[in-house]
């Protein structure tokens, strides 16, 4: 009679993780429907000499007993980009934990306890899959994370044939901003793609060829460096003309890497600064003909 209902048990947990094409994850169902369920009184009896005697075989033995739960728990996270048996591999640490931290007098089963460690550790398994970039930073977005696609498409369901729902009304739907919504769901849209991937059939061109460069090129350091030049001989050839005020002003104002301002000026010149502006005007305006007479006023 015991075996008729671990049978039973068995097959009913066998039709809720499914089957799979992939040969090893077909013949890790396999192995993990062989092992026979514990029942409420062995599963606590087990973890009663676990917490007397830390002995790993009773440990073993209980997260064996619970594998298949595992495996049903992890139907939940196919469409995230990772493998099934590294979702279900990581719902065995989870199990390992929860085991570890079991209380075998709270009253409860030991599944009841571990779904919540299973689906941590199957949720970070996830999110850290899913981009090189850190998707889920906070408790909102790692909740969006796992329930804005399947919000989105009740929310669709729900608008009509041909209406799909705004941001605004799935925001409603989960409580939440709808600026985070759509944080979200551009997130979500947008993959991780290699810069070396090729482009086109001839095999030459790369994602990072068409990215914008960081620097400037080479040629516009070059000529900036000479338009540098070009002024800064300007100025030499400017200054033994100067007057005293002038000759203050475009040291302290025009060649100076901290220019002082025009009221600064005005104080250590005593004079006001519509003065000073006038001054720095005609030195300027001195220089611009300079520059205009060796043909670089575009340099100017």
């Not at 169902?29 to 409420?40: D, F, K, Q, S, W």
């Not at 000499?49 to 619970?66: F, H, I, P």
């Not at 000479?226 to 025009?254: F, I």
Request: glycine share 8%; with cysteine.
């Amino acid at each position: 009679m015991e075996a008729q209902r671990r049978s039973s048990k068995t097959g009913r947990h066998e039709a809720a993780w499914g089957t799979s094409d992939d040969p090893m994850v077909a013949r890790y169902m396999a192995e993990v429907g062989r092992i026979p369920l514990l029942t409420a009184e062995e599963e606590r009896q087990l973890a009663r000499k676990y917490v007397e005697t830390q002995d790993s075989k009773y440990a073993q033995q209980l997260v064996q007993g619970n594998l298949r739960f595992v495996l049903r728990i992890a139907q939940e996270f196919r469409g995230y980009g990772v493998p099934f048996l590294d979702l279900v591999q990581e719902g065995n640490l989870g199990l390992m934990v929860a085991v570890k931290r079991f209380d075998p007098e709270c009253g409860h089963r030991l599944v009841s306890y571990a779904v919540w460690w299973i689906r941590a550790y199957m949720r970070a398994s996830a999110m850290h899959t899913w981009s090189m970039v850190k998707i889920g930073t906070t408790q909102v977005q790692r909740r969006l994370f796992f329930s804005l696609r399947a919000t989105q498409s009740k929310a669709d369901a729900a608008q009509g044939a041909g209406r799909s729902a705004s941001s605004g009304e799935v925001a409603d739907r989960l409580g939440v901003r709808e600026c985070d919504v759509q944080s979200m769901g551009a997130r979500l849209a947008g993959r991780d793609v290699s810069l070396d991937q090729q482009l086109g059939e001839d095999g030459h061109d790369c994602r990072i060829d068409h990215l914008p460069a960081a620097t400037p090129a080479a040629d516009e350091v070059v000529a900036k460096r000479e338009a540098g030049a070009m002024l800064q001989r300007e100025l030499h050839a400017v200054a033994p003309l100067a007057s005293e005020k002038q000759a203050y002003v475009l040291e302290h104002r025009l060649r100076s890497q901290q220019p002082k301002t025009l009221q600064q000026i005005a104080r250590c010149l005593g004079v006001s600064r519509e003065r000073v502006r006038q001054i720095e005007g005609s030195v300027l305006q001195r220089l611009r003909a300079g520059l205009e007479a060796r043909g670089l006023a575009a340099a100017g």
